[in-house]
């Protein structure tokens, strides 16, 4: 009897291995093809100070967010929980100076954010007056 070899194929109907596992199932190779890209929301028209919506990090690598709204004031607290649970200030970069900050008073503005490592993300509204702030991008694995 003659041993065939199975072979698993990529979406571009490429060979990729003949190896086999201890069970006999074909081993796929694998490779990243690509990142993935998630949507984010933080902060959706806030009108009072609260800490948002907390993004769970999952496996990505960074957020990039974009600061609007109509508040004719506010501050914007950037926060990272570590393993344990506690929230730590994360800086981010503005990407139309790439000044540093962990906290911000402005919008209209697109910054980002490493954040390997952490569980949770969030951008904390700690000041809020006269109209309403949102927080929203793309997490990237």
């Not at 990090?57 to 393993?83: D, M, Q």
């Not at 503005?94 to 949770?120: A, N």
């Amino acid at each position: 009897m003659m041993a065939s070899n199975s072979y698993l194929y990529d979406s571009n109907g490429w060979k990729t291995s003949s190896r086999k596992d201890v069970d006999g199932t074909p081993v796929m190779d694998v490779y990243n093809k690509g990142s993935f890209v998630k949507p984010v929301t933080l902060q959706n028209g806030a009108t009072a100070i609260g800490d948002g919506t907390a993004f769970d990090v999952e496996s990505y690598k960074t957020l990039t967010l974009e600061i609007s709204g109509t508040a004719t004031s506010h501050t914007l607290v950037f926060e990272g929980a570590s393993a344990s649970g506690t929230w730590y200030p994360v800086q981010g970069v503005r990407l139309s100076d790439y000044d540093m900050k962990s906290q911000i008073t402005t919008k209209g503005e697109v910054w980002t954010f490493e954040v390997p490592g952490l569980v949770k993300f969030r951008a904390r509204l700690s000041a809020v007056a006269g109209g309403n702030i949102s927080v929203k991008g793309n997490a990237v694995s």
